[in-house]
């Protein structure tokens, strides 16, 4: 179970952190010109994978290191 809900925190980051950070790049994009080119969707897709990648490492390393504390007596 505890694998589990690791796994669901990790893609639930992912997802999250990825949308926010795709959303971000189109709005940005946006402003600066009249509409969305295939360049601009394309930028967009690849910050939202790559920030959601690498926030989805840092909580699974995150949760992996809370995982190994020592038990306390």
């Known amino acids: 179970m ?5 796994i669901c925190a990790t893609i639930v980051v992912f ?6 950070a795709q959303h971000i790049v189109l709005e940005h994009a ?3 010109t009249a509409g969305y080119g295939p ?8 910050a939202g994978l790559f920030a959601g990648g ?6 699974l390393i995150a ?4 995982d190994n504390q020592p038990p306390k007596d």
Request: hydrophobic residues 65%.
């Open 39 to 46: 360049q601009t969707r394309l930028a967009g897709y690849t």
């Open 30 to 32: 946006h402003i600066r």
């Open 63 to 66: 949760l992996f290191m809370l």
């Open 15 to 20: 997802v999250v952190i990825g949308w926010m």
């Open 54 to 59: 690498a926030a989805a490492v840092i909580v």
């Open 2 to 6: 505890k694998i589990a809900l690791r």
